[in-house]
């Protein structure tokens, strides 16, 4: 029987930094001011290396496996291009997220956050009143399967936005599968195994709004992280840059090509690949003059199923670098504590027990 989404996670209400900024500020109001990052200007940006660009329809018809082995191990992200999802059903969600985030606040009321939910309007990963905020609203919601939305949030969505994100989410939910596919045959993986863990799985959505800010040198529009997913889609909604990924211990920014998706790596599929793919850390950052919009689909297990390396990649010489556990209890562990850095992959890493003795 199908049974609602389990809680996975909870995070206090915030006020709407989108009718914050459209207050004439001169200064960034403290809670927005972020001295635990690093600086989020750069001063490298034309010499940055960039992430790796892959064709989809290359890498279907040729078989040519080895440059997505090298973007997901050297890089855990890459611009794809070439991708198969319908450019208009592209286009209408890029104008959709748009309207979704002019939509009058009295109708952003109905689908804003509910004490101790994550889905809806705010922001996730805030669990008290002084915590430092980032410059940027969210609207998060689990898209797929759809007997996990939420009754009082899809419903309620305007009726073209729900239609496209109906077809959107279906899309995405194929691209995913594909590239899942495709890495599993680079890694040398039973291809049942990747096929069991993600076939029924579950997909959000992160739709994030990053108005204009008063002293952009300051704030963030979202922390270092790694994502928790398997897999991670972003559609970039305007041309404002903004993604920035740490590669050798320096901020490389991303410059979203036309009509490319840009792919990560999430700590899931560190997990499953036995740290042979490595999740990323990343941030977005604000700028003075414009508002950027990006959506991000996460793929993911299906939540009442278990997780931990695939059981083909382990052998005596290649032991299990991770625990196994529970997909739903990994992410409610995720969504317990701030988010930051690469830190809650370790929670499932093996210890060696003989390294431990020698200490």
Sequence with gaps: MESEAPKLGRSLLVPSVQELAKKPLLRLPP????????????????SSPQVPVLDMQTLLSQHELQPLHHACTEWGFFQLINHGVSSSLVEKMKTETQHLFNLPMEEKKKLW??????????????????????????F???????????P?????????????????????????MKLLELMAKALGMDSNDMRVLFEEGHQ????????????PELAIGLNSHSDAIGLAILLQINEVEGLQIRKDGVWVPIKPLPNAFVINIGDIMEIVSNGIYRSVEHRATVNSVK??????????PKLDG?????????????????????VADYFKGYFSRELHGKSYVDVLRVQDEEQIKTK
């Design 31 to 46: 809670q927005y001011v972020r001295t635990d990052e690093d600086s989020p200007i750069l001063s490298h940006t034309n």
């Design 113 to 138: 956050q509910r004490p101790d939910e994550l889905e809806g309007f705010g922001q996730a990963f805030v669990f008290s009143e002084d915590q430092k905020l980032n410059w940027a609203d969210m």
């Design 140 to 150: 998060y919601m689990i898209t797929l399967p759809t007997y996990l939305r939420k």
């Design 152 to 176: 009082h949030l899809f419903p309620n969505l305007p009726l073209t936005f729900r239609e496209t994100l109906e077809a959107y989410s279906v899309e995405l939910r194929n691209l995913a």
């Design 204 to 215: 959000a959505m992160r739709m994030n709004y990053y108005p204009p800010c008063p002293e």
């Design 291 to 300: 508002e950027r919009i990006s959506v991000a689909a996460f793929y993911s």
């Design 306 to 326: 278990e997780m931990g390396p695939a059981p083909s990649l382990i052998s005596p010489q290649t032991p299990p670098l991770f625990k196994r556990t529970g």
